[in-house]
């Protein structure tokens, strides 16, 4: 099967412009998640988009969005571009599995390239 | 006090030594997972794991659910190990990951 596919991998932008960012899944996959990474804060969770639907969102102001498609492929767009928005953007695919030991569901994740954004 | 707690923040081996990544965590969580990311950005997945052990080639990763806590270990390390190691944990079966920090490896030949 083909990996986690990013769209563009690397852009460049200035400050108050918006950006739209792109990511197939794994064939099959139904969740794809969004994640920031910064060098002063790490990698945070933006958000996870399930069967067209956002099932979960970190804690980022309302500039960041997104959305997911019929076939599963996600878009997430930031308006209002901020310097503190360069990072690297990084989206990971998963399929739900369940653990022995608790019972509980959990997600193997299957991480893309990342796009790098810069602000200017 | 983050959730996740990767220790050391950096290490510095010589090529064969035996090579041991610590991780705690504060929240219940339903896995663990461990993370390779090599300069230029891409993750990959080393091991999910809810408990036990679980051993890939040179790399070993296990867990103990009652002290929350996970170890990764490099048997044998090798240059090419060089990368950050992240630590990270779902709370569930939803995709929100907890990341440590992560611990940078640097192996010297």
């Known amino acids: 099967k083909a990996g986690v596919t990013q769209t563009p991998r690397y852009l460049i932008k200035t400050r108050g412009q918006q950006v739209t960012l792109s990511c197939s899944p794994i064939s099959g996959h139904r969740s794809v998640s969004w994640y920031q990474q910064t060098p002063g804060q790490g990698l945070q969770f933006l958000f996870e988009y399930f069967s067209e639907t956002q099932r979960n969102k970190g804690n980022f102001p309302g500039r960041f969005s997104g959305r997911q498609f019929s076939n599963s492929r996600s878009e997430m767009n930031v308006s209002t571009l901020e310097l503190g928005d360069s990072a690297l953007y990084l989206c990971?695919?998963?399929?739900?599995?369940?653990?022995?030991?608790?019972?509980?569901?959990?997600?193997?994740?299957?991480f893309g390239p990342g796009t790098r954004l810069t602000v200017l | 006090k983050n959730e996740v707690e990767q220790s050391p923040q950096n290490l510095t081996a010589q090529e064969g030594e035996f090579i041991t990544i610590n991780c705690s965590y504060s929240?219940?969580?339903?896995?663990l997972h461990w993370l390779q990311q090599h300069p230029g950005g891409g993750i990959v997945s080393l091991f999910m794991?809810?408990?036990g052990k679980k051993k890939h080639g040179r790399l070993i990763a296990t867990i103990n659910i009652q002290e929350k806590h996970s170890s990764l270990h490099i048997t044998a390390s090798h240059p090419r190990d060089s990368a950050v190691y992240i630590c990270a944990v779902s709370e569930g079966s939803q995709g929100n990951l907890i990341f440590g920090k992560g611990t940078k490896l640097s192996v010297k030949p």
């Open positions: 929240v219940g969580i339903s896995a």
């Open positions: 990971a695919s998963s399929w739900t599995g369940r653990g022995r030991a608790t019972g509980a569901a959990y997600n193997e994740q299957f």
């Open positions: 794991l809810s408990s």
